[in-house]
Structure formats: structure tokens, C-alpha cells
Antibody, heavy 123, light 106 residues
Framework: EVQLVESGGGLVQPGGSLRLSCAASGFTLSDHYMEWVRQAPGKGLEWVGRSRDKGNSYTTQYAASVEGRFTISRDDSKDSLYLHMNSLRTEDTAVYYC??????????????WGQGTLVTVSS | IQLTQSPSSLSASVGDRVTITCRASQGISNALAWYQQKPGKAPNLLIYAASTLQSGVPSRFSGSGSGTDFTLTINSLQAEDFATYYCQQLISYPLTFGGGTKVEIK
């Protein structure tokens, strides 16, 4: 059974840093693209970024709102995906979800999501 | 690429047929997915490639469209379908979501 479990959220001051983790099980992490998506309180979904699979050298893409501040990494030996967040702003306050991508019909789409972890940026 | 969902909310009764539209600011072929989200829960995949039903999703859900105009239809709305629905384009970075459509009980 595929499972994704996020952790590492919490309260952080503006300008601070935080690392989110996503523990994956039930599949081979290195074979899959993985993504982070966030949702501010009471708002819609916002795509944060993507890490491609081992065959694509784990290259990454980011939303403009986080480019240069957030970095996605992974440790396949620990079956874990990470989101390193620096220079945090109040507008980064959100529930952060990790999601697994599946490739079919010519596209990558998110077929499994974690339960999310809340990040609050406030002084 | 911007995605415009309409309506932003709707009220419907159990048994109704519900249609939600998603319009892309430029052509995206069939690179669109639909997700359902219930309060306090993670999104759940319903449809990918515009019209392919994800395994395990009830057949009352269907998707159609290509290019710039897409539709999610729920036939015979059930109590468990009251939720917020999002479309997302999957062809061009950033992978944008629509603003969401909240389906409420009439």
C-alpha cells in the first residue's frame, strides 16, 4: 500500500528556515517524480515544486513564489523526500502536502497524497 | 497558464447532475486532472488526462474536453460528493490549479 507521511511543520518566525520531510512507503521512491503542493488557510491549492525521478537525475522545478528560497531534495536510501524552506514569509503559511506522480497517457499526475503538515510563519 | 473554474460554488441536491467547467488561458491538449477535496483532508484524484477515470473512483464522475475547455460532471450527486473540486493543468510549469468549485448541499 502506498503511503506518504509528512512531518516537520510548525511555527517559525519570518526569515527563518524549516525542513519538511515526506516518508514514502509501498513503492520505490527513485522511480517516481514527486511534488509538493501547499494550501493557505481557507484558500485553494498552490503547486510548489517537483522533483523528477532518478532516470532524470532528480532535476527540479519550482513555482516563482518559492524559487531561490525553497529546495526539494530526496534520500532514496531513507525513502524520504524533503522540502527545505529558507527566508520564510508570512505568506508561506499553509498546509504542505507531498504527492507522488504517476506517468500514464502521456502525462504525469498526482495519484497519491500525504495528509499534510502545517507551517505557520509568524512573529 | 491560468485556469478559470466556474462556478466558484454551487448548491445542489442529492440525485442532481452537476457540471463544473475549467477553462485554460491557452491550449493544454488533454493534460488536465480533477481532484476532490473534503474539509481537513488531502485532495483525491478523480480524473486524469481530461477524461480517464482513476481506479476506484465511482463511475458517476466523468471528465471531458481538450484544448482550452474542460468539464467535470457528477451524475446523480451523492451525499459523500459534497466537497471542493479543483482542476490542474499538467503540461507547462508552473503546474497551476484552478480556483476551486465548492459543491454544497441545497
Amino acid at each position: 500500500e502506498v503511503q506518504l507521511v509528512e512531518s516537520g511543520g510548525g511555527l517559525v518566525q519570518p526569515g527563518g528556515s524549516l525542513r519538511l520531510s515526506c516518508a514514502a512507503s509501498g513503492f520505490t521512491l527513485s522511480d517516481h517524480y514527486m511534488e509538493w503542493v501547499r494550501q493557505a488557510p481557507g484558500k485553494g491549492l498552490e503547486w510548489v515544486g517537483r522533483s523528477r525521478d532518478k532516470g532524470n537525475s532528480y532535476t527540479t522545478q519550482y513555482a516563482a513564489s518559492v524559487e531561490g528560497r525553497f529546495t526539494i531534495s530526496r534520500d532514496d536510501s531513507k525513502d524520504s523526500l524533503y522540502l527545505h524552506m529558507n527566508s520564510l514569509r508570512t505568506e508561506d503559511t499553509a498546509v504542505y502536502y507531498c504527492a507522488r506522480d504517476r506517468y500514464s497517457a502521456g502525462i504525469y499526475y498526482k495519484d497519491y497524497w500525504g495528509q499534510g503538515t502545517l507551517v505557520t510563519v509568524s512573529s | 497558464i491560468q485556469l478559470t473554474q466556474s462556478p466558484s460554488s454551487l448548491s445542489a441536491s442529492v440525485g442532481d447532475r452537476v457540471t463544473i467547467t475549467c477553462r485554460a488561458s491557452q491550449g493544454i491538449s488533454n493534460a488536465l486532472a480533477w481532484y476532490q477535496q473534503k474539509p481537513g483532508k488531502a485532495p483525491n484524484l478523480l480524473i486524469y488526462a481530461a477524461s480517464t477515470l482513476q481506479s476506484g473512483v465511482p463511475s458517476r464522475f466523468s471528465g471531458s474536453g481538450s484544448g482550452t475547455d474542460f468539464t467535470l460532471t457528477i451524475n446523480s450527486l451523492q451525499a459523500e460528493d459534497f466537497a471542493t473540486y479543483y482542476c490542474q493543468q499538467l503540461i507547462s510549469y508552473p503546474l497551476t490549479f484552478g480556483g476551486g468549485t465548492k459543491v454544497e448541499i441545497k
